[in-house]
């Protein structure tokens, strides 16, 4: 998948070609992902039929297309914008794209290791963890909202130096493989790149309930930037099951697309309520002489 799909994507877009060639290169990198999950399972329980699949399918169309358009869109912006003198455009294809990897990683790095400190970014973001297996589509499992965020945070300094539109496209592709890669439920190993690539025995360790056991490996790409950051998380033989992953305190998380898709903005308006009750406690305490008490801070975790 790392080398060899995406190297006929780099070569696709280098030679020229259509974008839309990716399409069906992209459709039989998903096939081969989920055949991998049938004959070398991390969890064979994580391949049974549940009444997830039709939900993540859904995810993974809204986002996927979401994706296409950013890609379409690249020029456009690049060319409003009136800045690109800085890119590369004298380098090895192959190395344009590594680039872009390399920058993309570092910006969804940051707003994904902010998500889990910001409460307002990880309402959107609570869709993504509140996945109870780990295959192939779970990396496609977002809110729009919370994706368009990271892809911002990952791209624009792409966009600003004038990343040409293969470049993109070709970055595009990569990002789905990885995401596949990511969360796939295949019992794969990267051997001495396990601890610098984020596969799927690294990003597990990022979706386990516990609290705060999971603000660890928010690397798309790679750990690197997880390393400068300090949250670089990774033990070899550790064994996951279904019961370790999901969202701390919230077996009630919503479990149907359309429904994920409105709680951030639900919970939004519960934490207005709270806080509001929690002031009129307050003033209440002070009007009957009590101390008044520190405010606590309201998280949705």
Known sequence: MLVGMNGIAVWIMASAHDAWLLVPLLASAIALSFAAERFAPYAPEWNRSRDDAGRDAVHAAVNEAANGMSIAATPLLAT???????????????????????????GITLAHWLSHRWELLWRFHAVHHSVERMYGLNGLMKHPVHQSIEMLAGATPLVLAGM????????????????????????????????????????RFHHVREPGAGDVNFGLFTTIWDRLLGTMVYVPGRIFCSDELGLAGRRDYPRAWLDQML?????????????????????????????????RNVRAR
């Not at 990885?178 to 794969?188: A, F, G």
Request: glycine share 8%; aromatic share 10%.
């Open 80 to 106: 409003a914008i009136g800045i690109g003198g800085s890119w590369p455009h004298d380098w090895p294809f192959a190395a344009q794209v590594l680039l872009a990897v390399f920058v993309l990683d570092a």
């Open 164 to 203: 040409p539109f293969n470049v993109a496209a070709a970055l595009g592709f990569c990002t789905a493989i990885q995401l596949l890669l990511q969360h796939s439920n295949v019992d794969y190993e990267l051997g001495v790149f396990e601890r610098w690539i984020a596969g799927n025995r690294v990003h």
């Open 263 to 295: 709680e951030p903005f639900r919970r939004a308006g519960s934490l207005v309520v709270e806080a509001q009750r929690a002031d009129i406690v307050s003033t209440a305490g002070i009007a009957e002489g009590a101390m008044p008490s520190s405010r």
